[in-house]
């Protein structure tokens, strides 16, 4: 068990919809990072935030954004859905940003089906 | 900007062999390296990393990455394959703010 708690574990909706996905680092952890996991894209990351603030921008698109609040949870907020969103998406953890050397800890990971 | 390249998408050996999982990178800058395994319905689990301390860094279930800066290398390494094994495996490099993942390999453990 890494600590990290992702909810819900799986979602299914319908395109152009908005849903939201839910993440609780593990005990200590400062910063969140979310990363989509797709058979064609491989793992690619999002987004990452510190103590609240967000410090790295990766491949994320303009329908999506995040937040972290300040008891250190995290929500993706993904809307108008398309077919291609389909993925599963992690959250990891690490006490420091990972630019420091801290390694990642993950969730199971959110699993979305846009049909 | 850093990248990892992880060379074969599917490796298959036979319970007992040797496993050897490929990574080379490209970095500005002395990196930060990790292998990190993937279960089915899973989240990534760390393997290993490395941070410059040793060039050889042992790792858990028996696991082992060697970092070879003239070759840009970072490959991981297991002198006998266990049936357990059998997941799929990424390779990823932190410069900077984010952590960037390799294309992964899945390794097919056979009996």
């Known amino acids: 068990d890494s600590g990290v708690t992702q909810t819900p574990k799986h979602l299914i909706t319908a395109t152009g919809q908005r849903v939201t996905l839910r993440c609780s680092p593990r005990s200590g952890d400062l910063s969140v990072y979310w990363y989509q996991q797709s058979l064609d894209q491989g793992l690619q990351f999002l987004i990452q935030y510190y103590n609240g603030e967000e410090r790295a921008k990766g491949n994320i698109l303009e329908r999506f954004s995040a937040q972290q609040f300040p008891d250190l949870h995290s929500e993706l907020n993904l809307s108008s859905l398309e077919l291609g969103d389909s993925a599963l998406y992690f959250c990891?953890?690490?006490?420091?940003?990972?630019?420091?050397?801290?390694?990642?800890?993950f969730g199971n990971g959110t699993r979305l089906t846009v049909t | 900007a850093q990248s990892v390249t992880q060379l074969g998408s599917h490796v298959s050996v036979s319970e007992g062999a040797l496993v050897l999982l490929r990574c080379n990178y490209s970095?500005?800058?002395?990196?930060?390296l990790f292998w990190y395994v993937q279960y089915p319905n899973q989240g990534l689990q760390l393997l290993l990393k490395?941070?410059?301390?040793?060039?050889l860094v042992k790792g858990i279930n028996g696991f082992e990455a060697e970092f070879k800066k003239s070759e840009t290398s970072f490959h991981l390494t297991k002198p006998s394959a266990h049936m357990s094994d059998a997941a799929e495996y990424f390779c990823?490099?932190?410069?900077?703010?984010?952590?960037?993942f390799g294309a992964g390999t899945r390794l097919t453990v056979k009996p």
């Open positions: 970095s500005s800058v002395p990196p930060y």
């Open positions: 990891a953890s690490s006490v420091y940003p990972t630019g420091e050397g801290s390694p990642l800890h």
């Open positions: 990823a490099v932190s410069e900077g703010g984010d952590m960037r």
């Open positions: 490395y941070t410059s301390a040793a060039t």
